[in-house]
T-cell receptor
Framework: GAVVSQHPSRVICKSGTSVKIECRSL??????MFWYRQFPKQSLMLMAT?????????EQGVEKDKFLINHASLTLSTLTVTSAHPEDSSFYIC????????????????????FGPGTRLTVT | GNSVTQMEGPVTLSEEAFLTINCTYT??????LFWYVQYPGEGLQLLLK?????DKGSNKGFEATYRKETTSFHLEKGSVQVSDSAVYFC???????????FGRGTSLIVHP
C-alpha cells in the first residue's frame, strides 16, 4: 500500500525558534498534500493544502506567515513553524490523496487519504 | 456545505462486546464515505470505505453500510478486542474531489 512518512516524529524547540517538518510520499507522487493539526480530544483541524508548483492554500484563521508550506517536489512537502511559541505545541499530521478507481465496475474517482505518522511538537 | 457528525465519545466497552459508532453526513452530492482509525501516538490509516449507496465496506472485522436514505455510515464490529482501542474518524469526499471532510473522531476504549 501507499506510504507517507513524516520527519521528525518528535521535536522539542525553544520559544522563538523555527522548526521544519517534512512529509514524503514514498511510493507514489502527490501533487497535493494536506497539513493538519490535532488538538487534545482528538479533533483534526485542516491547516492548509500544499500544492506542488504553486502556493499553498490556507484555511481561514491559519497564519500563512507563521506556518510556511513549501511543496518542493511531487513527493515532498514541508511545514515550517516560524518563531514558535508554546501555544504552537501540538501534533501535526500530513496526508496525501491517492485515487482509487472504480465502484461496482463503474469508474468513480474516489480519493483515499494516506497519512504520515505525525510529528509531536513541543515548544518550551 | 458538507459535514460529518459522529457520536460523542469515549465509548468504553469490555472485550468481546458489540460495537457501534454512529456517523451521519450532509453533502450536496453523492459522496464516498470512509472510516479511518488512529492508534495511540500514530497517524490515521484507512479502515474501510464505500463509494455508493448500499455498499458495505469491511476490514479487520469492522463493517459499515452506506445508507443513503438515512445519510448514515455507522461502524460496527461484532466482538471488539483490546487492540481495537483507538480513535475512529468518519469522513467523506465528494465526486472527484480529493479534499476530505472529517468528523470529530470517536475514542474507543476496550477493557480486558
Amino acid at each position: 500500500g501507499a506510504v507517507v512518512s513524516q520527519h521528525p516524529s518528535r521535536v522539542i524547540c525553544k520559544s522563538g525558534t523555527s522548526v521544519k517538518i517534512e512529509c514524503r510520499s514514498l511510493d507514489f507522487q502527490a501533487t497535493t498534500m494536506f497539513w493538519y493539526r490535532q488538538f487534545p480530544k482528538q479533533s483534526l483541524m485542516l491547516m492548509a493544502t500544499s500544492n506542488e508548483g504553486s502556493k499553498a492554500t490556507y484555511e481561514q484563521g491559519v497564519e500563512k506567515d507563521k506556518f510556511l508550506i513549501n511543496h518542493a517536489s511531487l513527493t515532498l512537502s514541508t511545514l515550517t513553524v516560524t518563531s514558535a511559541h508554546p501555544e504552537d505545541s501540538s501534533f501535526y499530521i500530513c496526508s496525501a490523496p491517492l485515487r482509487s478507481g472504480t465502484s461496482g465496475g463503474v469508474p468513480k474517482p474516489t480519493y483515499e487519504q494516506y497519512f504520515g505518522p505525525g510529528t509531536r511538537l513541543t515548544v518550551t | 456545505g458538507n459535514s460529518v457528525t459522529q457520536m460523542e465519545g469515549p465509548v468504553t466497552l469490555s472485550e468481546e462486546a458489540f460495537l457501534t459508532i454512529n456517523c451521519t453526513y450532509t453533502a450536496t452530492g453523492y459522496p464516498s464515505l470512509f472510516w479511518y482509525v488512529q492508534y495511540p501516538g500514530e497517524g490515521l490509516q484507512l479502515l474501510l470505505k464505500a463509494t455508493k449507496a448500499d455498499d458495505k465496506g469491511s476490514n479487520k472485522g469492522f463493517e459499515a453500510t452506506y445508507r443513503k436514505e438515512t445519510t448514515s455510515f455507522h461502524l460496527e464490529k461484532g466482538s471488539v478486542q483490546v487492540s481495537d482501542s483507538a480513535v475512529y474518524f468518519c469522513a467523506l469526499t465528494l465526486g472527484g474531489s480529493y479534499i476530505p471532510t472529517f468528523g470529530r473522531g470517536t475514542s474507543l476504549i476496550v477493557h480486558p
